[in-house]
């Protein structure tokens, strides 16, 4: 049941973009967006709904396929802020838990 | 401010010595789980809770107990720790829909010897 990442690690110099994949085999309710700095706690980035309907802050923007279960994150002209592992977390069947990909590690160099 | 508060942040222990560790949340959140965290494989749930009394097996439950006696206190209890329990633990709460932002408390890194 746990979500699908890619790739498992990207490195950027200081304005590219990049592009996180997560998928499902099931299908989504909602998809969840977390960005973790290393020895820190997840920290919410955003939430997709079904029906299109995205809640979340920051200059960072994600696409949710609700026919191809998946979610993609774009993060444009990354900054060094910008670095971390990112996860993505999916609601189970019944909707009573979050479950969260394997993550995808970030590193912006300048 | 709101919060996600555990204790201990750091904790060594031997095999078999009981331990708990706290959670605890100042936000009214029905909704709270515990993860632990091991490189590569990402946030893995442990037990969550959906209310006071209400508590339930995530993916990872051997040798875990919670339990939700308060709407703010969510304790995991290791009743005999071994070392494959060294990890990262985090607990967090949320609203109880779907739509809801989790919040994360700073983690307690334990290592069992």
């Known amino acids: 049941q746990q979500p699908v990442q890619s790739p498992q690690a990207v490195i950027l110099r200081e304005g590219e973009d990049a592009v996180i994949n997560c998928s499902s085999s099931?299908?989504?309710?909602?998809v969840h967006w977390y960005r973790q700095k290393h020895g820190e706690a997840p920290v919410f980035l955003m939430i997709l709904l079904k029906g299109g309907e995205q809640k979340g802050h920051e200059k960072i923007s994600a696409s949710f396929n609700e026919k191809k279960q998946q979610s993609s994150l774009y993060l444009t002209a990354s900054q060094l802020s910008y670095s971390g592992t990112y996860f993505c977390?999916?609601?189970?069947?019944?909707?009573?838990?979050?479950?969260f990909g394997k993550g995808t590690t970030l590193s912006v160099s300048s | 401010e709101a919060q996600v508060t555990q204790n201990p942040r750091y904790l060594i222990t031997v095999t078999g010595k009981k331990l708990t560790v706290t959670c605890s949340q100042n936000m009214n959140h029905e909704y709270m789980s515990w993860y632990r965290q091991d490189p590569g494989l990402g946030l893995r749930q442990i037990y969550y809770?959906?209310?006071?009394?209400?508590?339930d097996k995530g993916d990872v439950p051997e040798g875990y107990k919670v339990s939700r006696k308060e709407k703010r206190n969510f304790p995991l209890i290791l009743e005999s720790p071994s070392p494959n329990q060294t990890s990262l633990y985090f607990c967090?709460?949320?609203?109880?829909?779907?739509?809801?932002?989790?919040?994360f408390g700073p983690g307690t890194r334990l290592t069992v010897l």
């Open positions: 967090a709460s949320s609203l109880i829909n779907r739509e809801s932002t989790q919040y």
């Open positions: 977390g999916t609601d189970n069947q019944a909707g009573t838990a979050l479950i």
């Open positions: 099931k299908a989504l309710y909602s």
């Open positions: 809770s959906m209310n006071v009394e209400v508590t």
